[in-house]
């Protein structure tokens, strides 16, 4: 198995960027697909974005396109979260997440996960 450890989360203005990484241990880190998802107060897990083993496809939710990017550097065993023109509503705890063969959004693909990073954007 994988254990995940996420990093870079902060308190942004509106419009700023930030990066957030997640460190994998303990097993090959390219063979896992890897996901971000995040979590806002009082709301379920939801999808953000994935990212394949080769890192030659990624995809993402709707409310992010074209503001987020994920990229992964398999040499160093990490995937990042590259998040730029932020909202407010982009508040939330930011997890990354693993699975060894994953092909959708559904939270119950990836049984591998980190502690979560807190993202807190002010208007």
């Known amino acids: 198995q994988v254990q995940l450890v996420e990093s870079g989360g902060g308190l942004v203005q509106a419009g700023d960027s930030l990066r957030l990484s997640c460190v994998g241990s303990?097993?090959?880190?390219?063979?896992?697909?890897m996901c971000w998802f995040r979590q806002a107060p009082g709301k379920e897990r939801k999808f953000v974005g994935r990212?394949?083993?080769?890192?030659?496809?990624?995809y993402y939710t709707d409310s992010v396109k074209g503001r987020f990017t994920i990229s992964r550097d398999n040499a160093k065993n990490t995937v990042y979260l590259h998040m730029n023109s932020l909202k407010p509503e982009d508040t939330a705890v930011y997890y990354c997440?693993?699975?060894?063969?994953?092909?959708?959004?559904?939270?119950?693909?990836?049984?591998?996960w980190g502690q979560g990073t807190q993202v807190t954007v002010n208007s």
């Open positions: 997440a693993a699975a060894l063969t994953a092909t959708g959004a559904n939270i119950f693909q990836y049984p591998y």
């Open positions: 303990g097993r090959p880190f390219s063979n896992y697909v």
């Open positions: 990212i394949n083993k080769s890192a030659d496809s990624t």
